[in-house]
């Protein structure tokens, strides 16, 4: 009987992790430590940096070619620059947010991972995520300024804000349409069931159809700077900003009625949803916004922002404190459905701000980035660190079952050595390590991947040949040397690791491939019924180490399968 509630007791005790890992801290804010901070000097950043897998991206503007020049940075965890690309030419007002696409195919083609950036200048570029190099560019009108605004995903295609319209292209690069409209400034189009709506400084709401074309609606006497915001099928919620305040309206875009939801403040920021709630602010108070059935005021806090509104964490809004004073406003919704300030954040050099924050959790750690105008950049994080995460259903009971099992034979052991039954307590430990290696085989090859890789300098630019067609270049490319010829095969996209490349390429190509299974992994045996004395992989010039189906591969990869 003793046994068994000692049994119990460790059971419990190894399953509390799991619960802690599903509880919340909401005192987070307190524990934020400073980890680093970077001042980019005589520029300014206006639009929120941007946390993609274990990079960083942020853009700096200039009012002036004498302070700075725009870049777009790439930064690591630790605030280590990875990579840089400038633009010269764009000058002033580099304000529209950096935009990430994951790899894909559609309609319009395929496209790797990529990073999408519109510059004053009216270039709009698609940049390699990893190094930076350009995909491919489109230009744009350029009156005095060229792109301010967000541009805006719809399946396949991007619709970027032009300054004078929006231009359409396929995520390949390809121009779909282009269309004139009014002047625009800092705004951004909507997608709603394959039509496009976007607003511009004479208060004009823009209608594109899908067969291109146009109608107008006069919102009023003022300018529409914001992205209108989505409320249902048939609506949409428009910050119209005037000379002294600024109107929220409700388009029925059936009918064409326009209702006024709430009488704001001046110089408005750009409004958010959250959940059935709109966000929004200007310089006087934070305003929120219920839209479940008809859009109405809830409540409004005293706040001036007119930036960006940040939601993380899923129920944290964050604001930047636009006066020189500077820091930023913490605000959520409370049980009862109203807004209410939770915190501030101050630091030593704050100063004006528009960019909103960014966002980041990694094993119950919570990071943030937050930028002001004069271009300090910061890194922060809480020190709670989950000891387990229960991410998934299905790992958590095959966890819990492993631990059992773990715990029932080692059990059994201590009682066989209590007993001196030395033999049959050897037999047992030896069961528990050949459970332990079984469960843990692909952690262990996973960290020698990951061990590999960190050592590993390769660059795909190394491997690339000039031969190939362009339209390979940012995407991964498949190599089959055989002892009697050679085989090509580029412009995959989304594959993760070495054999999932493979198995795709040698079946689009019509190729053979034989697999056979080891304890140490899937191994290649023969590509096209040829064997020899094997097969071997290389990836961006590298020799591979491991199983291929354990060898992860970025989305510019050049992987080479020799025949031995």
């Given at each position: 009987m003793r046994i068994i509630a000692t049994f119990f007791a460790v059971l419990l005790f190894l399953l509390a992790p799991i619960s802690a890992a599903e509880s919340n801290d909401s005192n987070w804010t307190s524990d934020l430590t400073q980890q680093w901070d970077i001042d980019f000097e005589a520029v300014y950043v206006s639009t929120r940096p941007v946390i993609i897998d274990e990079s960083i991206y942020v853009r700096t503007s200039s009012s002036t070619i004498d302070n700075g020049v725009p870049t777009i940075y790439s930064l690591d965890f630790s605030g280590n620059q990875q990579w840089e690309v400038t633009n010269p030419n764009s000058t002033k007002q580099d304000m529209s947010p950096i935009l990430s696409v994951s790899a894909g195919n559609g309609e319009c083609g395929n496209w790797p991972d990529m990073l999408l950036i519109g510059w004053s200048d009216g270039l709009f570029q698609a940049l390699n995520p990893t190094n930076g190099n350009v995909i491919w560019q489109h230009s744009t009108e350029f009156l005095?300024?060229?792109?301010?605004?967000?541009?805006?995903?719809?399946?396949?295609?991007?619709?970027?804000?032009?300054?004078?319209?929006?231009?359409?292209?396929?995520?390949?690069?390809?121009?779909?349409?282009?269309q004139q409209l009014g002047l625009g400034w800092r705004n951004s189009p909507t997608a709603l069931n394959g039509e496009y709506w976007i607003g511009d400084e004479s208060g004009t709401l823009w209608h594109v159809s899908a067969n291109q074309s146009v109608n107008s609606y006069s919102i009023g006497e003022g300018k529409i700077r914001h992205q209108p915001l989505i409320i249902d099928d048939d609506n949409l919620l428009i910050h119209l900003q005037l000379p002294s305040e600024s109107e929220l309206k409700s388009l029925d875009t059936t009918t064409g009625e326009l209702t006024t939801v709430a009488k704001l403040g001046s110089s408005p920021a750009m409004p958010e949803i959250m959940n059935q709630y709109v966000?929004?602010?200007?310089?006087?108070?934070?305003?929120?916004?219920?839209?479940?059935?008809?859009?109405?005021?809830?409540?409004?806090?005293?706040f001036r922002s007119n930036g960006e509104v940040s939601i993380i964490f899923d129920d944290y809004i964050f604001l930047p404190h636009n006066s020189q004073e500077g820091g930023y406003g913490i605000f959520t919704i409370s049980d009862e459905g109203e807004l209410y300030q939770v915190d501030t954040l101050n630091f030593a050099d704050d100063w004006y701000g528009t960019a909103g924050l960014a966002g980041h959790e990694v094993n119950g750690q919570k990071q943030i980035l937050v930028v002001n105008d004069n271009a300090n950049l910061k890194f922060l994080s809480t020190d709670y660190v989950l000891t387990l995460e229960s991410s998934n259903a299905d790992s958590d009971w095959a966890t819990i079952f492993a631990m059992v099992l773990a715990l029932i034979i080692i059990s059994t052991t201590g009682i066989q050595l209590l007993r001196e039954r030395f033999q049959s307590?050897?037999?047992?430990?030896?069961?528990?390590?050949?459970?332990?290696?079984?469960?843990?085989?692909?952690?262990?090859?996973?960290?020698?991947?990951?061990?590999?890789?960190?050592?590993?300098?390769?660059?795909?630019?190394?491997?690339?040949?000039?031969?190939?067609?362009?339209?390979?270049?940012?995407?991964?490319?498949?190599?089959?040397?055989?002892?009697?010829?050679?085989?090509?095969?580029?412009?995959?996209?989304?594959?993760?690791?070495?054999?999932?490349?493979?198995?795709?390429?040698?079946?689009?190509?019509?190729?053979?491939?034989?697999?056979?299974?080891?304890?140490?992994?899937?191994?290649?045996?023969?590509?096209?019924?040829?064997?020899?004395?094997?097969?071997?992989?290389?990836?961006?010039?590298?020799?591979?180490?491991?199983?291929?189906?354990?060898?992860?591969?970025?989305?510019?990869?050049?992987?080479?399968?020799?025949?031995?």
């Amino acid at each position: 009987m003793r046994i068994i509630a000692t049994f119990f007791a460790v059971l419990l005790f190894l399953l509390a992790p799991i619960s802690a890992a599903e509880s919340n801290d909401s005192n987070w804010t307190s524990d934020l430590t400073q980890q680093w901070d970077i001042d980019f000097e005589a520029v300014y950043v206006s639009t929120r940096p941007v946390i993609i897998d274990e990079s960083i991206y942020v853009r700096t503007s200039s009012s002036t070619i004498d302070n700075g020049v725009p870049t777009i940075y790439s930064l690591d965890f630790s605030g280590n620059q990875q990579w840089e690309v400038t633009n010269p030419n764009s000058t002033k007002q580099d304000m529209s947010p950096i935009l990430s696409v994951s790899a894909g195919n559609g309609e319009c083609g395929n496209w790797p991972d990529m990073l999408l950036i519109g510059w004053s200048d009216g270039l709009f570029q698609a940049l390699n995520p990893t190094n930076g190099n350009v995909i491919w560019q489109h230009s744009t009108e350029f009156l005095s300024w060229g792109i301010t605004g967000k541009a805006t995903l719809d399946g396949d295609s991007i619709i970027i804000p032009t300054r004078t319209g929006i231009d359409k292209l396929c995520l390949d690069g390809d121009l779909e349409f282009s269309q004139q409209l009014g002047l625009g400034w800092r705004n951004s189009p909507t997608a709603l069931n394959g039509e496009y709506w976007i607003g511009d400084e004479s208060g004009t709401l823009w209608h594109v159809s899908a067969n291109q074309s146009v109608n107008s609606y006069s919102i009023g006497e003022g300018k529409i700077r914001h992205q209108p915001l989505i409320i249902d099928d048939d609506n949409l919620l428009i910050h119209l900003q005037l000379p002294s305040e600024s109107e929220l309206k409700s388009l029925d875009t059936t009918t064409g009625e326009l209702t006024t939801v709430a009488k704001l403040g001046s110089s408005p920021a750009m409004p958010e949803i959250m959940n059935q709630y709109v966000i929004t602010a200007d310089a006087s108070y934070v305003s929120l916004i219920d839209c479940l059935e008809n859009c109405h005021m809830v409540n409004q806090v005293p706040f001036r922002s007119n930036g960006e509104v940040s939601i993380i964490f899923d129920d944290y809004i964050f604001l930047p404190h636009n006066s020189q004073e500077g820091g930023y406003g913490i605000f959520t919704i409370s049980d009862e459905g109203e807004l209410y300030q939770v915190d501030t954040l101050n630091f030593a050099d704050d100063w004006y701000g528009t960019a909103g924050l960014a966002g980041h959790e990694v094993n119950g750690q919570k990071q943030i980035l937050v930028v002001n105008d004069n271009a300090n950049l910061k890194f922060l994080s809480t020190d709670y660190v989950l000891t387990l995460e229960s991410s998934n259903a299905d790992s958590d009971w095959a966890t819990i079952f492993a631990m059992v099992l773990a715990l029932i034979i080692i059990s059994t052991t201590g009682i066989q050595l209590l007993r001196e039954r030395f033999q049959s307590a050897f037999k047992f430990f030896i069961l528990f390590i050949t459970i332990l290696v079984y469960f843990s085989l692909g952690d262990i090859i996973s960290a020698w991947a990951d061990l590999v890789e960190d050592s590993d300098n390769s660059d795909p630019d190394d491997a690339w040949s000039e031969n190939w067609p362009d339209k390979w270049l940012g995407t991964q490319v498949v190599i089959f040397e055989f002892k009697d010829g050679l085989i090509e095969a580029g412009g995959y996209v989304g594959h993760e690791d070495v054999l999932e490349l493979t198995k795709y390429a040698t079946s689009e190509q019509g190729i053979d491939l034989e697999i056979s299974d080891t304890s140490f992994g899937k191994y290649v045996v023969s590509i096209d019924g040829k064997s020899g004395d094997g097969w071997e992989y290389y990836v961006n010039g590298q020799a591979g180490t491991i199983s291929a189906e354990y060898q992860s591969i970025d989305s510019n990869a050049v992987v080479v399968w020799k025949q031995l």
